[in-house]
């Protein structure tokens, strides 16, 4: 459990560190373990992101899952302040969605117990 913990902490940091921006003024996340799963929510008020960078970054974040490749692919969370951060969450996740509604952007992500 200690582990699923952690990794989820490493997930939330990295996918609110994309979503900061210099004119955030709220940024909530929610983790909710299940038995199956682990769901997160995160909604940033204002949105910055265009429908096109929002298409592209749920592309990238939906590539499917690679759990053989896991234990590597946490421990490269944080080590540095780039873009290729989220390619390393996408492979830890099963599923993104996000929908932004009144300037408020939501992004859903579910990553399934193995």
Same mark, same amino acid.
């Given at each position: 459990?200690? *582990? !699923?913990?952690?990794?989820? #902490?490493?997930?939330?940091?990295?996918?609110?560190? @994309?979503? /900061?921006?210099?004119?955030?003024?709220?940024?909530?996340?929610?983790?909710?373990?299940? $038995?199956?799963?682990?769901?997160? *929510?995160?909604?940033?008020?204002?949105?910055?992101?265009?429908?096109?960078?929002?298409?592209?970054?749920?592309?990238?974040?939906?590539?499917? $899952? *690679?759990?053989?490749?896991?234990?590597?692919?946490?421990?490269? #969370?944080?080590?540095? !302040?780039?873009?290729?951060?989220?390619? &390393?969450?996408? $492979? @830890?996740?099963?599923?993104? /969605?996000?929908?932004?509604?009144?300037? &408020? #952007? /939501?992004?859903?992500?579910? !990553?399934?117990?193995?």
């Amino acid at each position: 459990m200690k *582990q !699923r913990c952690l990794k989820s #902490l490493k997930i939330s940091n990295e996918i609110m560190s @994309m979503l /900061t921006h210099d004119h955030a003024h709220i940024l909530k996340s929610e983790i909710c373990f299940k $038995r199956d799963a682990t769901h997160f *929510q995160f909604c940033v008020s204002p949105n910055h992101l265009s429908e096109s960078e929002l298409s592209d970054l749920l592309e990238i974040l939906n590539l499917p $899952r *690679q759990i053989e490749m896991e234990e590597y692919y946490w421990s490269l #969370l944080g080590e540095n !302040r780039n873009d290729d951060n989220v390619l &390393v969450v996408a $492979r @830890m996740i099963d599923h993104a /969605t996000a929908v932004i509604k009144d300037n &408020v #952007l /939501t992004i859903d992500v579910v !990553r399934k117990n193995a």
